[in-house]
Antibody, heavy 118, light 110 residues
């Protein structure tokens, strides 16, 4: 079955960097757009970034543009999110998900918690 | 403030029917962009419940149904069960903002 497993979350100081990974299995990875979505108690769900299989179509939310970089390694069936210049407001659970052509997310991974605090 | 507006909470007794509204605007739901619904059980990731306004993925009981009219959409849950207690989110696409979510609705089964 389709499985998405995130890793790489943790505690980081403001201004610091972190890279999240998402290992995919159970489907043809190159057939799908992949995405990162985050969830905070205060702001709810936010689509942070998504990309197509070749990297020719990439989206970033305004809140992370210029600080976060999405990438993927199709051979390793993995999705990444490099997060630089982290701020307290980036504190959230980060999920990876398949992003369908009709703009829904399914399925989601279990999430990884990123805490930005001094 | 979310682009899609949902009631913060709804409740119902077992066996009852509840509905959750999702109000958007002419730049998202009103433009014909599909609405999708997710169920998030406590401590778990969101799960796709309804896609393209009215369709259920396989495995989702037919007690769950969706509809759309104008700039709004609704999720209805009939024959409410204790295991339906969860947070529910609507999601669509906005011509200016991209992917947008509702703020979520907490369903309490009394």
């Amino acid at each position: 079955q389709v499985l998405l497993v995130e890793s790489g979350g943790g505690l980081v100081k403001p201004g610091g960097s972190l890279t999240l990974s998402c290992a995919a299995s159970g489907f043809t990875f190159t057939d799908y757009y992949m995405s990162w979505i985050r969830q905070t108690p205060g702001k709810g769900l936010e689509c942070v970034s998504y990309m197509d299989s070749s990297g020719s179509a990439i989206y970033y939310a305004e809140s992370v543009k210029g600080r976060f970089t999405i990438s993927r390694d199709n051979a390793r069936r993995s999705l990444y999110l490099r997060m630089n210049s982290l701020r307290a407001e980036d504190t959230a659970v980060y999920f990876c998900a398949i992003f369908s052509s009709q703009n829904w997310f399914d399925p989601w991974g279990q999430g990884t918690l990123v805490t930005v605090s001094s | 403030q979310s682009v899609l507006t949902q009631p913060p909470s709804v409740s119902g007794a077992p066996g009852q029917r509840v509905t959750i509204s999702c109000t958007g605007s002419s730049s998202n739901i009103g433009s014909g962009y599909y609405v999708h619904w997710y169920q998030q059980l406590p401590g778990t990731a969101p799960k796709l419940l309804i896609y393209s306004a009215t369709n259920r993925p396989s495995g989702v009981p037919d007690r769950f149904s969706g509809s759309r009219s104008g700039t709004s959409a609704s999720l209805a849950i009939t024959s409410l069960q204790a295991e339906d207690e969860a947070d529910y989110y609507c999601q669509s696409y906005d011509s200016s903002l991209g992917v947008v979510f509702g703020g979520g609705t907490k369903l309490t089964v009394l």
